[in-house]
C-alpha cells in the first residue's frame, strides 16, 4: 500500500525499513513465546534483522523480504495455539486467527519459493511440537492409570495422547487452510503456472546440487567479504594509506564478475548472504548447549533441539550434500526450485533463536536464577563451555592483529606465499591485479574480524561476571556495528531522476502497433537462459 501513497523512489526506501522493522518485532515476540528474557529476545530480533539474507534480498528482491519476515511468528502462532489447545486456555482461535492473517500477508507477499519454504518450517515444527505433546500426554496418563485396571488404563492412555494430537493439529490445519485462502489471490496463479512450468524437469539433481555453497564458501560465515562484493569498488592500500580502485584484473581485462568490483566469487553475492555476525555464533553454540542442559522433558530443550537440527539441516542443503534429495525427490513442485542455498534464510532464524537462548543462559547465571532452575530440575549452564568461547574468540582475535601486523611490516618476506595462495584461488587473479592487491582488499576483511573477536570475548566476559545490564548493552551494540560493517554499502543510493528517463528504444517500442511480444536469443542462437 506505500506505493500508492508515497512516490517509488521515497516508498521502496520505506518499505524496507518497515519489512526489517517488522523482522526484527516479529523474532523478538517468537523469542518471548519461546520463553527469552526480553533483553535475549532483543538480541534475536537484532540478529535476524541485520542477517546477510534479508539484508542483501532487500537491495534486490523486495518480494523476498517481505515474504521471509513472518516465518518468525508464524512459528510463535503454532507454538501458541499448540499450547493453548493442550492446557484449554480458551485462546487457541485467537491465535489460530493471528497465525492464518500472518500466512496470508506472507503468501500476497508474492515469492512463491519463500512461501513454500515457510509451510514446510511450519509443518516440520508443528509435528515436533505434537509429538513432544503427545508423548507427555502418554507418560501423563501411563501415571494417572497406573492404579486402574490394565485394560481400562490402556483404554484412558490411548484416547488421551491421541487426543493430545488432533486438537492442536485442527486447529493448526484451520489456521493453514484460512491463511491460504486469505492470500488465495496470489496463490491460484502461482498454482496453474506451476503446473505448466518450464523448470519443471528442467534440472537434475546432479544440476541443482552445482548451484549450491561450495565448500569454500563456509569463510563466509566468519568474513562477509571475503570473495569480494560487488558494491566494493575501491580499498585502502594498507603500505600508503591512499585509495585505490579496482580497473583491470591480473589479465589485463575488467572483472567479468563484476566491473571495477572486487567480487571474485563462485557464487552470486546475493545469493550467498549467509553472514550473521561473530558474537550471535558464539552465543548460538552456548544455546544448544544450554538447551541440552535444561534436561529431558523441558520445553528448552525441545525448542532447542529442533532449531539446532534445522540448522543442521540448512547447512546440508546450502552446501549441496546429497540429504537434499530428501527435499528434491520427496515434495511435490520442489524440482522447480533449484535453490538449495535459499536455506541460508532459516539459518539466520536458527542462529537467532539459539543466540537468544545463549544470551539467556548467560542472564541466568544469578543466585536467584540459580534457585528457580534447580527447582524446575534443570541444569544451568556450566562456566567451562563460556570460559572456552571466551579464550578461542581471544586467542583468535589475537592471532589475527598479529599476523595482520606482522605481514604488513615484513610484507617482502611473504609477498611469494601471498602470491601462491593469491593464484591457487579460484577466480582471484581475475579480479584483482596482483597478489598486492589481494593482499590490501583481505587485510580489511580480517582487521573487523579481529576485533570482533575480541570484543566477543569481552561481552561473553562481561556476562560470565554478571554484569547484565552491560553484557546486554554491549551485545546490541556489538552485533549493529558486527551486521552493520559486513553489509555497509550494498545498498547503494541511486538518483531518482533516472526514473523520468526514457531511452530512445523504449520510446520506439511504445509506438509499435498491434500485440506482441519481446524475446531475445543469444548470438549462436541458443536456447535464452531460463532462471
Same mark, same amino acid.
Given at each position: 500500500?506505500?506505493?500508492?501513497?508515497?512516490?517509488?523512489?521515497?516508498?521502496?526506501?520505506?518499505?524496507?525499513?518497515?519489512?526489517?522493522?517488522?523482522?526484527?518485532?516479529?523474532?523478538?515476540?517468537?523469542?518471548?513465546?519461546?520463553?527469552?528474557?526480553?533483553?535475549?529476545?532483543?538480541?534475536?530480533?537484532?540478529?535476524?534483522?541485520?542477517?546477510?539474507?534479508?539484508?542483501?534480498?532487500?537491495?534486490?528482491?523486495?518480494?523476498?523480504?517481505?515474504?521471509?519476515?513472518?516465518? &518468525?511468528?508464524?512459528?510463535?502462532?503454532?507454538?501458541?495455539?499448540?499450547?493453548?489447545?493442550?492446557?484449554? %486456555?480458551?485462546?487457541?482461535?485467537?491465535?489460530?486467527?493471528?497465525?492464518?492473517?500472518?500466512?496470508?500477508?506472507?503468501?500476497?507477499?508474492?515469492?512463491?519459493?519463500?512461501?513454500?519454504?515457510?509451510?514446510?518450517?511450519?509443518?516440520?515444527?508443528?509435528?515436533?511440537?505434537?509429538?513432544? %505433546?503427545?508423548? %507427555?500426554?502418554?507418560?501423563?496418563?501411563?501415571?494417572?492409570?497406573?492404579?486402574?485396571? &490394565?485394560?481400562?488404563?490402556?483404554?484412558?492412555?490411548?484416547?488421551?495422547?491421541?487426543?493430545?494430537?488432533?486438537?492442536?493439529?485442527?486447529?493448526?490445519?484451520?489456521?493453514?487452510?484460512?491463511?491460504?485462502?486469505?492470500?488465495?489471490?496470489?496463490?491460484?496463479?502461482?498454482?496453474?503456472?506451476?503446473?505448466?512450468?518450464?523448470?519443471?524437469?528442467?534440472?537434475?539433481?546432479?544440476?541443482?546440487?552445482?548451484?549450491?555453497?561450495?565448500?569454500?564458501?563456509?569463510?563466509?560465515?566468519?568474513?562477509?567479504?571475503?570473495?569480494?562484493?560487488?558494491?566494493?569498488?575501491?580499498?585502502?592500500?594498507?603500505?600508503?594509506?591512499?585509495?585505490?580502485?579496482?580497473?583491470?584484473?591480473?589479465?589485463?581485462?575488467?572483472?567479468?564478475?563484476?566491473?571495477?568490483?572486487?567480487?571474485?566469487?563462485?557464487?552470486?553475492?546475493?545469493?550467498?548472504?549467509?553472514?550473521?555476525?561473530?558474537?550471535?555464533?558464539?552465543?548460538?553454540?552456548?544455546?544448544?548447549?544450554?538447551?541440552?542442559?535444561?534436561?529431558?522433558?523441558?520445553?528448552?530443550?525441545?525448542?532447542?533441539?529442533?532449531?539446532?537440527?534445522?540448522?543442521?539441516?540448512?547447512?546440508?542443503?546450502?552446501?549441496?550434500?546429497?540429504?537434499?534429495?530428501?527435499?528434491?525427490?520427496?515434495?511435490?513442485?520442489?524440482?522447480?526450485?533449484?535453490?538449495?542455498?535459499?536455506?541460508?534464510?532459516?539459518?539466520?532464524?536458527?542462529?537467532?533463536?539459539?543466540?537468544?537462548?545463549?544470551? $539467556?543462559?548467560?542472564?541466568?547465571?544469578?543466585?536467584?536464577?540459580?534457585?528457580?532452575?534447580?527447582? @524446575?530440575?534443570?541444569?544451568?549452564?556450566?562456566?567451562?563451555?563460556?570460559?572456552?568461547?571466551?579464550?578461542?574468540?581471544?586467542?583468535?582475535?589475537?592471532?589475527?592483529?598479529?599476523?595482520?601486523?606482522?605481514?604488513?611490516?615484513?610484507?617482502?618476506?611473504?609477498?611469494?606465499?601471498?602470491?601462491?595462495?593469491?593464484?591457487?584461488?579460484?577466480?582471484?587473479?581475475?579480479?584483482?591485479?596482483?597478489?598486492?592487491?589481494?593482499?590490501?582488499?583481505?587485510?580489511?576483511?580480517?582487521?573487523?574480524?579481529?576485533?570482533?573477536?575480541?570484543?566477543?570475548?569481552?561481552?561473553?566476559?562481561?556476562?560470565?561476571?554478571?554484569?547484565?545490564?552491560?553484557?546486554?548493552?554491549?551485545?546490541?551494540?556489538?552485533?549493529?556495528? $558486527?551486521?552493520?560493517?559486513?553489509?555497509?554499502?550494498?545498498?547503494?543510493?541511486? $538518483?531518482? @531522476?533516472?526514473?523520468?528517463?526514457?531511452?530512445?528504444?523504449?520510446?520506439?517500442?511504445?509506438?509499435?502497433?498491434?500485440?506482441?511480444?519481446?524475446?531475445?536469443?543469444?548470438?549462436?542462437?541458443?536456447? &535464452?537462459?531460463?532462471?
Amino acid at each position: 500500500w506505500i506505493f500508492f501513497i508515497i512516490a517509488p523512489a521515497k516508498a521502496y526506501g520505506w518499505y524496507t525499513v518497515m519489512q526489517l522493522w517488522l523482522a526484527a518485532a516479529a523474532m523478538y515476540f517468537l523469542g518471548r513465546i519461546l520463553g527469552m528474557q526480553k533483553g535475549s529476545a532483543a538480541l534475536a530480533g537484532l540478529i535476524y534483522q541485520g542477517s546477510g539474507f534479508l539484508l542483501v534480498s532487500a537491495a534486490v528482491f523486495p518480494m523476498i523480504i517481505g515474504a521471509a519476515v513472518w516465518l &518468525p511468528l508464524l512459528l510463535a502462532c503454532v507454538e501458541k495455539v499448540v499450547v493453548s489447545a493442550e492446557k484449554r %486456555t480458551g485462546k487457541t482461535l485467537l491465535w489460530m486467527v493471528v497465525g492464518a492473517f500472518a500466512l496470508g500477508m506472507q503468501t500476497l507477499a508474492g515469492h512463491i519459493e519463500i512461501t513454500y519454504y515457510t509451510l514446510l518450517i511450519m509443518a516440520i515444527y508443528a509435528l515436533w511440537r505434537l509429538a513432544a %505433546t503427545a508423548r %507427555t500426554a502418554y507418560q501423563q496418563q501411563r501415571k494417572l492409570g497406573a492404579d486402574s485396571e &490394565p485394560a481400562a488404563a490402556s483404554s484412558v492412555t490411548q484416547r488421551s495422547w491421541i487426543w493430545s494430537v488432533v486438537r492442536p493439529g485442527s486447529w493448526l490445519l484451520g489456521l493453514v487452510g484460512l491463511g491460504l485462502m486469505l492470500g488465495g489471490v496470489q496463490l491460484i496463479p502461482f498454482y496453474e503456472v506451476g503446473q505448466a512450468n518450464f523448470r519443471e524437469g528442467s534440472a537434475s539433481f546432479a544440476e541443482v546440487r552445482s548451484w549450491a555453497f561450495p565448500p569454500r564458501r563456509i569463510v563466509t560465515l566468519a568474513l562477509p567479504n571475503f570473495f569480494g562484493n560487488p558494491a566494493h569498488h575501491e580499498t585502502i592500500d594498507v603500505f600508503s594509506g591512499e585509495t585505490v580502485r579496482f580497473e583491470l584484473n591480473s589479465y589485463g581485462e575488467i572483472n567479468p564478475q563484476g566491473a571495477y568490483s572486487s567480487n571474485w566469487g563462485i557464487k552470486n553475492y546475493v545469493e550467498g548472504g549467509i553472514y550473521v555476525g561473530i558474537l550471535p555464533l558464539f552465543l548460538a553454540v552456548l544455546g544448544i548447549v544450554a538447551g541440552w542442559r535444561a534436561g529431558k522433558g523441558q520445553r528448552r530443550r525441545n525448542h532447542a533441539l529442533f532449531f539446532a537440527f534445522l540448522g543442521l539441516f540448512s547447512l546440508a542443503f546450502i552446501f549441496g550434500t546429497p540429504l537434499y534429495a530428501i527435499l528434491y525427490y520427496g515434495l511435490p513442485f520442489i524440482n522447480q526450485l533449484h535453490t538449495p542455498f535459499r536455506w541460508v534464510w532459516p539459518l539466520a532464524v536458527v542462529v537467532a533463536v539459539l543466540a537468544g537462548f545463549g544470551a $539467556d543462559a548467560i542472564l541466568a547465571r544469578g543466585q536467584k536464577e540459580q534457585k528457580r532452575a534447580a527447582s @524446575a530440575g534443570e541444569r544451568p549452564l556450566s562456566g567451562t563451555l563460556p570460559r572456552l568461547l571466551i579464550l578461542a574468540a581471544l586467542l583468535l582475535g589475537v592471532a589475527i592483529l598479529v599476523s595482520l601486523f606482522l605481514t604488513r611490516q615484513f610484507f617482502g618476506a611473504v609477498e611469494a606465499q601471498v602470491g601462491i595462495i593469491f593464484e591457487g584461488m579460484a577466480l582471484a587473479p581475475a579480479a584483482f591485479s596482483d597478489a598486492k592487491a589481494f593482499y590490501n582488499y583481505q587485510f580489511w576483511q580480517f582487521l573487523p574480524l579481529g576485533f570482533f573477536l575480541l570484543g566477543s570475548a569481552f561481552v561473553l566476559w562481561l556476562g560470565m561476571r554478571g554484569s547484565k545490564k552491560a553484557f546486554l548493552f554491549l551485545a546490541a551494540l556489538l552485533i549493529i556495528v $558486527d551486521l552493520f560493517w559486513g553489509n555497509r554499502g550494498f545498498s547503494a543510493a541511486t $538518483d531518482p @531522476a533516472l526514473l523520468a528517463y526514457k531511452p530512445d528504444l523504449a520510446g520506439w517500442l511504445e509506438t509499435q502497433p498491434g500485440q506482441w511480444r519481446l524475446t531475445s536469443f543469444t548470438p549462436h542462437g541458443d536456447k &535464452p537462459f531460463n532462471a
